[in-house]
């Protein structure tokens, strides 16, 4: 536990300094228009990068069977597991009589 408390606290510090050194560099600094621009693209790019990982996920993945396919599979397995369960219960008693 004390070691989420040390990452929590590291994360609160480390991000105050990274929001101080920002504001500092966007209000006092001669870089501002700089820095503004690149906070823009960056904000753009990851939203689109988002959305372009999104689109290719939903472009490269077979569509799903249709559920009719899944409900004739789930049948067809039911029906083998009772074919089976019949079959074991014929054989238990068969062989119970005769012992």
Do not use: C, H, N
């Amino acid at each position: 536990m004390s070691r989420d408390r040390l990452v929590g606290g590291l994360l609160l510090v480390v991000s105050i300094a990274i929001i101080v050194v920002y504001g500092w560099l966007v209000f006092a600094s001669d870089y501002y228009l700089l820095i503004l621009k690149l906070t823009g693209f960056i904000a753009v790019a990851g939203v689109f990068g988002i959305l372009a990982w999104i689109g290719y996920t939903l472009a490269t993945t077979p569509p799903p069977k249709p559920i009719e396919e899944i409900e004739k599979e789930i049948e067809e397995e039911l029906k083998k597991l009772e074919s089976e369960t019949k079959e074991s219960q014929q054989i238990g008693t068969g062989e119970s009589k005769t012992s």
